[in-house]
Structure formats: C-alpha cells, structure tokens
C-alpha cells in the first residue's frame, strides 16, 4: 500500500495530537494530585492563615482543585 504525502501528515498531525492529548492528562493528573494533597493536609488553609492577604486566592485555588479532581475522575469513570 502506497502512502501519499498528504495521508503522511494526517497520520503524524494525528500522532502528535495524542501524544499532546497524554501530556496533558498526565499534567492534569499530576497537578490534581498535588493540589489534593495539599488540599487534605490543611496546607492550603495553614497557608491563609500565615498570609491573610493570599486567603481569597487561595480560596479559589481550593475550589479549582475540588473541581479539577471531580471532571478527573468523572472522565476516568468514563474511560474505564
């Protein structure tokens, strides 16, 4: 089977778009990770209390990690 130029670069534009695709989960993944671990340590909240000025982004940063875990596992369940 002949492969022409333009099937040539569909097939490595597809390549490099799951390999992008597994970088970003895998980033994803890692940084929900270690925003749950800081999450259930308490570090976050220890973090606010030492620096009041950094509570309402810190807030954010917790509900963006809440958020950020629940569509990775939702997407998990949906992979399995």
Do not use: F
Not at 42 to 69: C, F, I, T, Y
């Amino acid at each position: 089977m002949k492969i022409t130029k333009s099937q040539l670069r569909e097939i490595i534009r597809e390549e490099i778009q799951q390999i992008n695709e597994a970088k970003l989960w895998s980033n994803l993944t890692k940084v929900s990770n270690a925003l749950s671990n800081l999450r259930s340590k308490g570090w976050l909240r220890k973090a606010a209390k030492q620096n009041p000025e950094l509570k309402p982004d810190l807030k954010k940063v917790e509900k963006a990690a809440s958020q950020l875990m629940i569509w990775i596992d939702d997407i998990a369940d949906r992979l399995d």
